[in-house]
C-alpha cells in the first residue's frame, strides 16, 4: 500500500512537532463552484488534510448540521462521479495536499468497487473513510483500494475494547481516525483528559497516527485534542457556517475558510503555547 501524501504530511508534522488539523467539508455544499472554491481555499486556511463528504441520503453517523449539508450536495445535483470530478479540479492546482474521502458504502456499491477505486485513484484521492462497512465485510472493497494505492482508514471509538483494535488495526493504512464520542457528529464534545489516553491505546494497537474527531467546534477545544492526538478533524462546525452564509445571503467560502483558519491555527499552536504556559 503506498500512501505517499499521507505519510509524507504525517512526517512533515512530526518534524515540525505539532498535530496536524483536518477540516471536513461536504461536496456540493451549497452548490458545485461554491464547494470547489471552498476546496481550493483550505490549505492556504491552514488544512494540513483534507476530508470531503460524500453526499448521501442516509447519513447515519452524522448530526442534523451534516445530514442538512447532504442534502444540500444532493439537491446541487452532486453525485458521486460528480465528486471525483471535483477532486481532479482540485488536483489541478494541489498536488501534494492528502485529501480523505468520507462517506457511506452505497454508493461505492453503486458504483463498483473496482470502478471506484481506479477512477479515485485517477481523480487523486488518498484514502477512503466508510463509516458503515465492518472490517468483516471490508475484504472486496479492501482489494480493490490496494490495487489502487488508495488507503482505507477505519474508525475506532470508545467502545472498541484492545481484541477490536487489533481487528481494526488490519488492513488500514495512513491513519487510525478516533471517534472521541459515542453518537453522532457535532453533538457532543470531545474532552481532552478521554481522549489521551485512547489515543495511546489505537496508536498501540495500529501504530500509525491518530486522528481525533466528533465534538471540535471551537479553537479551545481542538488546541486541547491538538496536543493529546496526531491530528485534529472538525466538521459540523464548518458546514453551520455554509448554512448561516446562505442565511444571511452572504458569500459562502470566504465565511467557511475564515471559520477554518481560526482552528487551524490553534492547532498549529497548541503545543507551543502549552510549552509556555508550563515553563511561565
Known amino acids: 500500500m503506498t500512501t505517499a ?3 509524507a504530511r504525517f512526517a512533515r508534522l512530526k518534524a515540525e512537532g505539532r498535530a ?23 490549505p492556504a486556511a491552514g488544512a494540513d488534510l483534507i ?6 441520503s442516509d447519513p447515519m453517523a452524522e448530526g442534523p448540521p451534516i445530514q ?23 488536483r489541478k492546482g494541489d498536488d501534494a495536499t492528502p485529501l480523505i474521502l468520507m462517506g457511506y458504502l452505497n454508493p461505492v ?13 485517477a481523480a487523486g484521492v488518498d484514502g477512503l473513510i466508510v463509516v458503515d462497512c465492518p472490517p468483516e ?24 475494547d484492545d481484541e477490536r483494535l487489533k481487528v481494526i488495526a488490519r488492513g488500514t493504512s495512513g491513519f487510525v481516525y478516533y471517534v472521541s464520542v459515542a453518537g453522532v457528529t457535532g453533538v457532543k464534545e470531545a ?14 494497537a495500529a501504530n500509525l497516527p491518530v486522528a481525533v474527531g466528533f465534538g471540535v467546534k471551537t479553537p479551545e477545544r481542538a488546541a486541547e485534542i491538538a496536543r493529546v492526538a496526531d491530528a485534529v478533524v472538525a466538521g459540523s ?3 453551520d457556517e455554509v448554512a448561516a452564509a446562505l442565511d444571511a445571503n452572504e458569500p459562502v467560502a470566504p465565511r467557511v475558510l475564515a471559520r477554518v483558519k481560526a482552528l487551524a491555527d490553534a492547532v498549529r499552536t497548541a503545543r507551543t503555547s502549552a510549552s509556555v504556559t508550563e515553563t511561565v
Open 191 to 204: 474532552v481532552a483528559a478521554d481522549v489521551a489516553p485512547a489515543v495511546e491505546r489505537v496508536r498501540k
Open 237 to 239: 462546525v464548518f458546514v
Open 51 to 56: 476530508e470531503l463528504g460524500l453526499a448521501f
Open 109 to 121: 456499491e453503486s458504483y463498483g468497487y473496482e470502478a471506484f477505486a481506479r477512477d479515485a485513484a
Open 20 to 42: 496536524g488539523f483536518i477540516p471536513y467539508v461536504m461536496t456540493g455544499d451549497p452548490s458545485r463552484d461554491e464547494a470547489l472554491e471552498i476546496l481550493r481555499g483550505l
Open 68 to 90: 442538512r449539508a447532504a442534502l444540500r450536495g444532493l439537491q446541487a445535483g452532486m453525485t458521486l462521479r460528480g465528486t471525483l470530478d471535483l477532486v481532479a479540479d482540485f
Open 137 to 160: 465485510e471490508a475484504g472486496p472493497l479492501v482489494a480493490a483500494l490496494d490495487a489502487q494505492s488508495v488507503s482505507l482508514i477505519r474508525l475506532a471509538t470508545p467502545t472498541s
Open 5 to 7: 501524501r499521507i505519510d
